[in-house]
């Protein structure tokens, strides 16, 4: 269960930033919910890193958010332009 609910918050995160980052991005529901879960990734160990977060501990709705907006915003930076 722990991992569908990963994978629904994902496509969640994923869609909400893709929405929030102009610019066209990758589609689907697969890519979405890796892009969200990524960000989430993300997150976490930049945010365990800084010492935001415990050990252990992952990032929240916010922080998955921010992480999957930024992992957008390279994409744009490195894919080319069509």
Known sequence: ?????????GFVVGFLAKMLTPG???SG?????????????IATY????MHWYAVGQSAGFIGALIG???LL??????RKPS
């Not at 269960?1 to 918050?9: A, Q």
Request: aromatic share 10%; proline share 3%; no cysteine.
């Open 46 to 49: 930049v945010g365990q890193a």
């Open 73 to 78: 915003a390279v994409y744009h930076m490195v």
């Open 24 to 26: 066209r991005d990758p």
């Open 1 to 9: 269960m722990h991992l569908i609910w990963t994978i629904l918050i």
């Open 29 to 41: 529901f697969f890519i979405t919910s890796a892009i969200g879960i990524a960000g989430s990734l």
């Open 68 to 70: 999957a907006i930024v």
